[in-house]
């Protein structure tokens, strides 16, 4: 792991708001050292709305949070242009180098951990319990 802080990609938070065992227990696992970027907050948002949106932002309030500025956006560019990442994923990985922090990601595709050192892929995801959102706090 790089540094001492996690960047969660957005699908391992919604992977947990779904449901999924091996989400959540990852959260746990990273806890105080989990962060956010920008982009996570906005993907993460956008399947959901009214109070459920509201729930959903103050459980992302909880996390460190990286918005993006000068720096990132001009690191994202140069990872974009070198790897051929879609754009969210070249912020993603610029935040998780700029701040050190190991990214956490499904997407084996683009972010091959034996390819890119920063980059763990902490679980596969097997399957989907239908469900209510699922919250980490502090009490779990």
Same mark, same amino acid.
């Given at each position: ?22 989400? #959540?227990?990852?959260? /746990? ?8 970027? +920008?982009?996570?907050? +906005? ?9 459920? /949106? ?33 754009? $969210?994923?070249?912020?993603?990985? +610029?935040?998780?180098?700029? *701040?050190?922090? #190991?990214? +956490? #990601? ?6 091959? $951990? ?7 892929? $902490? *679980? ?9 959102? #699922? ?6």
């Amino acid at each position: 792991m790089n540094g001492t802080g996690v960047l969660l990609d957005s699908v391992i938070l919604i992977d947990h708001l779904n449901g999924i065992p091996a989400a #959540t227990a990852y959260l /746990r696992a990273v806890g105080a050292k989990a962060h956010i970027s +920008a982009i996570t907050r +906005a993907e993460v948002l956008t399947g959901a709305e009214g109070s459920e /949106r509201q729930l959903i932002a103050r459980f992302l309030d909880c996390f460190a949070f990286h918005a993006l500025d000068l720096d990132i956006a001009d690191l994202a560019a140069e990872l974009r242009h070198l790897h051929g990442w879609k754009l $969210p994923d070249a912020f993603q990985a +610029a935040v998780a180098q700029y *701040y050190s922090l #190991t990214l +956490a #990601t499904r997407n084996h595709k683009d972010f091959d $951990p034996n390819q890119y050192s920063f980059v763990v892929i $902490p *679980y596969k995801k097997v399957g989907v319990r239908p469900g209510k959102f #699922t919250f980490v706090t502090k009490d779990r």
